[in-house]
């Protein structure tokens, strides 16, 4: 994928499936490391799956006999002199992680990550996203829950909201520091 934002959306979509109410989407940029976290309390996978999970034609779908996200989210990490994880267990959730040399001259751009949150938003989800940014230890938090708290029963999806949190969130990123990310 060109932006590792297209990853984290991907992944993320998994978690959804998987029936996940609450996933924390975390990218921390320090010491020349980008490290993204994606965790969720979907319905796990067992070891059996688990350990096929990074080969491209081990999927859930029935659409289709191929998933890429995983496997490109672990290449990108590699390529770029990182590592990747996946942690998961049965009935309690997943976990993915994902390191990138910030310098290294492979590693895909993060992209545009708010536009993932409002594509996350845009359905009407029942599930709850906490996104937290850290570039060199200033930090910025985006919960769902506060913003659903705020919004006292206008829908999420309306498009002036999102539209907010996009900019929102950009802006908020930008302040940290996000540009060397």
Not at 63 to 89: D, Q
Not at 133 to 153: A, I, M, P, W
């Amino acid at each position: 994928m060109r932006e590792l934002a297209l990853n984290i959306l991907d992944i993320v979509e998994n978690s959804v499936k998987a029936e996940a109410k609450n996933v924390l989407i975390s990218v921390v940029a320090e010491d020349n490391l980008l490290t993204i976290v994606i965790k969720d309390d979907g319905k796990g996978m067992d070891e059996e799956f688990l350990k096929n999970v990074t080969d491209p034609f081990t999927t859930t779908r029935t659409t289709r006999k191929v998933g890429m996200g995983i496997p490109l989210f672990k290449m990108a990490a590699e390529m770029a002199g990182g590592e990747f994880s996946i942690t998961s267990t049965k009935g309690v959730g997943t976990t993915v992680t994902a390191t990138f040399v910030l310098d290294h001259i492979d590693r895909v751009p993060l992209g545009d990550l708010a536009e993932t949150m409002v594509t996350l938003l845009n359905d009407d989800f029942p599930t709850d996203y906490l996104l937290k940014v850290s570039v060199d230890g200033n930090e910025y938090e985006f919960d769902t829950k506060e913003l659903r708290e705020q919004l006292d029963g206008v829908p999420v999806n309306e498009p002036e909201i999102l539209l907010f949190v996009k900019d929102m969130i950009n802006e908020n990123i930008t302040h940290i520091g996000g540009a060397k990310i």
